[in-house]
């Protein structure tokens, strides 16, 4: 099992900037991608940005391309999302989740995910 836990969300005006972490701990895997994702109110949970844990490739969403940018941490074990410019359209409740293998964007693909953290902008 793969335990994560985010932190880092909060009520900020738009064009402010947020930082949420992921801290993951338990199954380790050769090759793992770590995927954040968010669901607002009454819409589905969509796919933001994904990085593989070893080699570091990533990709974003078209909505947040150019303002939100994913790492990770290896050393400390912890994943991150720097949210900048935010917007009202960003508000929602924002998951971390992880897979074994390769980067895929789909959130059926995601084995484990944390309990979600809320961001909510106001405009």
């Known amino acids: 099992q793969v335990q994560l836990v985010e932190s880092g969300g909060g009520l900020v005006q738009a064009g402010d900037s947020l930082r949420l972490s992921c801290a993951r701990s338990?199954?380790?895997?050769?090759?793992?991608?770590m995927g954040w994702f968010r669901q607002a109110p009454g819409k589905e949970r969509e796919f933001v940005a994904a990085i593989t844990w070893r080699a570091g490739t990533l990709t974003y969403a078209d909505s947040v391309k150019g303002r939100f940018t994913i790492s990770r941490d290896s050393t400390k074990n912890t994943g991150y999302l720097q949210m900048n410019s935010l917007k009202p359209e960003d508000t929602a409740v924002y998951y971390c989740a992880v897979k074994p293998g390769a980067l895929v964007t789909s959130r059926r693909e995601y084995d484990y995910w944390g309990q979600g953290t809320q961001v909510t902008v106001s405009s």
């Open positions: 338990g199954r380790t895997f050769i090759t793992s991608t």
